[in-house]
T-cell receptor, first 107, second 111 residues
Framework: KQEVTQIPAALSVPEGENLVLNCSFT??????LQWFRQDPGKGLTSLLL?????REQTSGRLNASLDKSSGRSTLYIAASQPGDSATYLC??????FGKGNQVVVIP | SQTIHQWPATLVQPVGSPLSLECTVE??????LYWYRQAAGRGLQLLFY??????ISSEVPQNLSASRPQDRQFILSSKKLLLSDSGFYLC??????????FGPGTRLTVL
């Protein structure tokens, strides 16, 4: 069964700093990995989907990488803004979710 | 474009009462459909998923059930709610091995 771990569970950074969020998974036979954002009391918004044949995906200030051999994915958010404050979740095979990285960007 | 609807948005129910949450998807055909629960301070728990009409797979044994009477309709039900059923219920859909999209969620409080 796929297990997903996200580290750190919570972090606060000053505005303008780069954010690095880590996701590790136990099943290397992964066919895709997805990163989501969740605002308090809201549903999940898809940010990036990386297929197993890809190494990374980029969208604006967001970049996500996938290393199947080590069972890791990293979400990188450049030049963080207060609006980036949210919980970020990753999901792997069978849509097993991590518990999320709770991010606060301090103005 | 595809849209996913969930209702109601919030619900307060007494212990032992029945439950019916509905989810519908627009703009796609034959989606894979999912029900998740997110309890306070915990991660997302996959409850049910469906790859077609009448095809339901349960991930976690509990007093909840799901049905898919139409291609783009997914219903979560319970005959008798427990206190532990409180949580945030999310419906989602995917195309095969594609991006997963979530609905706005239903906040259920069982008293």
């Amino acid at each position: 069964k796929q297990e997903v771990t996200q580290i750190p569970a919570a972090l606060s950074v000053p505005e303008g700093e780069n954010l690095v969020l880590n996701c590790s998974f136990t099943d290397s036979a992964i066919y895709n990995l997805q990163w989501f954002r969740q605002d308090p009391g809201k549903g999940l918004t898809s940010l990036l989907l990386i297929q197993s044949s890809q190494r990374e995906q980029t969208s604006g200030r967001l970049n996500a990488s996938l290393d199947k051999s080590s069972g890791r994915s990293t979400l990188y958010i450049a030049a963080s803004q207060p609006g980036d404050s949210a919980t970020y979740l990753c999901a792997g095979n069978r849509l097993a979710f991590g518990k999320g990285n709770q991010v606060v960007v301090i103005p | 474009s595809q849209t996913i609807h969930q209702w109601p948005a919030t619900l307060v129910q007494p212990v032992g009462s029945p439950l019916s949450l509905e989810c519908t998807v627009e703009g796609t055909s034959n989606p894979n459909l999912y029900w998740y629960r997110q309890a306070a301070g915990r991660g997302l728990q996959l409850l049910f998923y469906s790859v077609g009409i009448g095809q339901i797979s349960s991930e976690v044994p509990q007093n909840l059930s799901a049905s898919r009477p139409q291609d783009r309709q997914f219903i979560l039900s319970s005959k008798k709610l427990l206190l532990s059923d409180s949580g945030f219920y999310l419906c989602a859909w995917t195309e095969y091995r594609g991006t997963q999209y979530f609905g706005p969620g239903t906040r259920l409080t069982v008293l």
